[in-house]
């Protein structure tokens, strides 16, 4: 049973649909909602600015501090109480915090003390700092060192009616299924499991598997084997708009790969277009 979700909210475009996702999911799941904000302290301690500052004659940079800070702390007051806001006019009663930290770190410090699931967008109110990186971004760390479940979410909001799990027969993927399949029981939305393979034999085999796992839970699934590039096939399979949601274990690769030209999670997390549960 899913009963706290944590979501980390910075008052961005892609935030609100954050919130709006989570909003449908405490109502569908009944679950306590938690919205975080963090202060980011790279703001506040920025070595950049203080080494300009020095160079062109201006004021020391910790002059600026107090009024740096103060104003950082008001706009996550209001932030907050945006979310508080939005929650309660969908009559979701959460609760909030506010901590200073480096983002992700915090985030994920937070994640483990008191939530069942984690919940932030795609891409935040610093996207366009790192947001091309390949392991750079918020989201992709949070999934990556977290070890709760993480739905990401994309800039639109869909009501979310039916699901998808990619099942490749590896330990990441088997867990993803059955989170997927607990979801399902739980929701009832269908549940379509999704094999990529260039072999149709080994195709049948994990197909095969996914179904006598999924016996013992009362889900209405179905099986889909399709051949290509596990990406390219996810984010073409989601861009139909036959679910609504993704389910998929993360990062299950090798990780000089990821390194050198990303994995199938961090490409999906960056492009898809419908929410995408992941799980370790």
Same mark, same amino acid.
């Given at each position: 049973?899913?009963?706290?979700?944590?979501?980390?909210?910075?008052?961005?475009d892609y935030g609100k649909t954050a919130?709006?996702?989570?909003?449908?999911?405490?109502?569908?799941?009944?679950?306590?909602?938690?919205?975080?904000?963090?202060?980011?302290?790279?703001?506040?301690?920025?070595?950049?600015?203080?080494?300009?500052?020095?160079?062109?004659?201006?004021?020391?940079?910790?002059?600026?501090?107090?009024?740096?800070?103060?104003?950082?702390?008001?706009?996550?007051?209001?932030?907050?109480?945006?979310? *508080?806001?939005?929650?309660?006019?969908?009559?979701?009663?959460?609760?909030?915090?506010?901590?200073?930290?480096? !983002?992700?770190?915090?985030?994920?410090?937070?994640?483990?003390?008191?939530?069942?699931?984690?919940?932030?967008?795609? *891409?935040?109110?610093?996207?366009?700092?790192?947001?091309?990186?390949?392991?750079?971004?918020?989201?992709?760390?949070?999934v990556r060192r977290s070890g709760k479940?993480?739905?990401?979410?994309?800039?639109?909001?869909?009501? !979310?009616?039916?699901?998808?799990?990619?099942?490749?027969?590896?330990?990441?993927?088997?867990?993803?299924?059955?989170?997927?399949?607990?979801?399902?029981?739980?929701?009832?939305?269908?549940?379509?499991?999704?094999?990529?393979?260039?072999?149709?034999?080994?195709?049948?085999?994990?197909?095969?598997?996914?179904?006598?796992?999924?016996?013992?839970?009362?889900?209405?699934?179905?099986?889909?084997?399709?051949?290509?590039?596990?990406?390219?096939?996810?984010?073409?399979?989601?861009?139909?708009?036959?679910?609504?949601?993704?389910?998929?274990?993360?990062?299950?690769?090798?990780?000089?790969?990821?390194?050198?030209?990303?994995?199938?999670?961090?490409?999906?997390?960056?492009?898809?277009?419908?929410p995408v549960l992941l799980t370790r």
């Amino acid at each position: 049973m899913i009963q706290s979700i944590l979501i980390p909210t910075d008052g961005s475009d892609y935030g609100k649909t954050a919130i709006a996702y989570g909003i449908h999911l405490a109502r569908k799941l009944n679950a306590q909602l938690i919205g975080l904000h963090v202060v980011d302290i790279l703001l506040i301690r920025g070595p950049l600015f203080t080494d300009i500052s020095g160079s062109v004659g201006l004021p020391p940079y910790q002059e600026f501090l107090p009024a740096i800070e103060s104003g950082l702390q008001t706009k996550a007051d209001e932030i907050l109480q945006d979310f *508080r806001g939005q929650c309660e006019a969908a009559g979701v009663r959460p609760e909030t915090m506010k901590v200073t930290g480096v !983002i992700d770190e915090t985030i994920i410090e937070e994640g483990r003390k008191c939530c069942d699931w984690i919940l932030l967008a795609q *891409r935040g109110e610093h996207f366009h700092i790192d947001g091309g990186a390949i392991l750079g971004s918020t989201a992709q760390s949070v999934v990556r060192r977290s070890g709760k479940p993480v739905f990401v979410t994309p800039k639109q909001f869909r009501e !979310i009616e039916s699901m998808a799990v990619a099942y490749d027969g590896s330990a990441p993927a088997h867990k993803a299924l059955r989170l997927a399949a607990e979801l399902s029981e739980q929701t009832g939305w269908p549940l379509s499991v999704v094999v990529i393979t260039t072999d149709p034999s080994v195709g049948e085999k994990i197909s095969k598997q996914s179904e006598d796992f999924l016996s013992s839970f009362k889900v209405n699934s179905s099986t889909l084997i399709l051949e290509g590039k596990e990406d390219k096939e996810l984010l073409e399979f989601v861009r139909k708009e036959t679910v609504q949601l993704l389910v998929m274990g993360a990062y299950g690769h090798n990780r000089l790969r990821e390194l050198l030209v990303g994995s199938t999670t961090s490409s999906v997390i960056r492009k898809s277009t419908v929410p995408v549960l992941l799980t370790r």
